[in-house]
């Protein structure tokens, strides 16, 4: 696939080459199966706009995320007649950057990149745990006439992989017998979390040593982020969520992550900042704890 979007480096950061990058943020504006508010094709290059505005000095962390070299992937222009062939490119990207040991963040776009980028690591890793932040279960197996959708996004991860998921609040009956019927999966619901002080630990101690994180940015209340594709009420807040990506790579090693349903809406540009200064966060976090 050779033709690029051109997009502004994350935070600003343009001299550091990709061999010599430890963290590469990949850009993947896919958008196919959106069912309700449009536009995470826009995510990807909102966030990194955002990000030039962001102080490379982390205060909770006392360091300077960037410092461990980051890298902005040329964004492939992925096609948009076929359901299959990005899936498989994005396949294809993910296990070329597990081969070359970057820690890869990648910016959706609509959830359903995670299935290709979970095809990558299954095939690479074989067995892990995948965390899932999100509104929605993402666990249909089919919706609107196809298993490659977004509200599938995490169908296939939990037939086959130990699934955690975090913050759901919105899900159909279907999909609520499926997880009844699978010991694999463990969901703490987001009401769960404002009744539980202890469900932090609980989700670390669901974790195998090995970690996938897919966050969908409905999991924050929209108070917040309203700014996605599905929004949903009650949902968890910035320390909820940041504190518990900080426990996770803090306790575990974390293989990578994909942050998607970004949907940038005109004019109001402090979700956007919110959503670059939260994966600078992230990267900081790896900086700090990350066990190679």
């Avoid at 069912?35 to 006392?62: F, Q, V």
């Avoid at 703490?188 to 979390?193: D, K, L, V």
């Avoid at 932090?200 to 996605?228: C, G």
């Amino acid at each position: 696939m050779e033709q690029v979007k051109l997009n502004p480096s994350f935070a600003g950061v343009s001299n550091v080459t990709f061999d010599k990058a430890q963290v590469v943020v990949v850009p993947l504006s896919y958008e196919v199966t959106t069912s309700y508010r449009k536009g995470t094709k826009e995510g990807p290059s909102a966030i990194l706009s955002a990000s030039y505005n962001l102080e490379l000095y982390d205060e909770e962390l006392d360091t300077i995320p960037a410092e461990i070299g980051i890298y902005t992937y040329p964004e492939p222009l992925l096609p948009i007649s076929d359901l299959v062939l990005p899936l498989k490119y994005i396949k294809d990207l993910t296990i070329d950057l597990i081969n070359k040991r970057k820690f890869p963040i990648f910016l959706g776009g609509e959830h359903t990149i995670t299935i290709g980028i979970l095809s990558a690591y299954k095939e690479k890793f074989g067995s892990f745990s995948v965390l899932h932040l999100d509104a929605h279960a993402d666990l249909r197996e089919e919706y609107e006439g196809t298993s490659y959708h977004h509200a599938c996004a995490l169908r296939k991860a939990g037939e086959s992989l130990p699934l955690v998921q975090v913050g759901i609040r919105s899900l159909s009956k279907e999909e609520r017998d499926f997880i009844n019927r699978k010991e694999n999966i463990k969901v703490f619901w987001a009401y769960e979390i404002r009744e539980d002080k202890n469900w932090l630990s609980k989700v670390i101690d669901s974790l195998d040593d090995n970690v996938y994180i897919t966050l969908d940015l409905d999991v924050f209340d929209p108070s917040l982020i309203p700014s996605v594709g599905t929004p949903e009420p009650y949902g968890l807040n910035w320390f909820e969520v940041t504190s518990l990506l900080k426990e996770v790579f803090k306790n575990k090693r974390v293989l990578g992550i994909d942050v998607v349903e970004f949907s940038p809406i005109p004019g109001f540009i402090a979700p956007d900042y919110i959503v670059a200064r939260l994966i600078y966060k992230i990267i900081g976090y790896y900086k700090e704890f990350s066990k190679k």
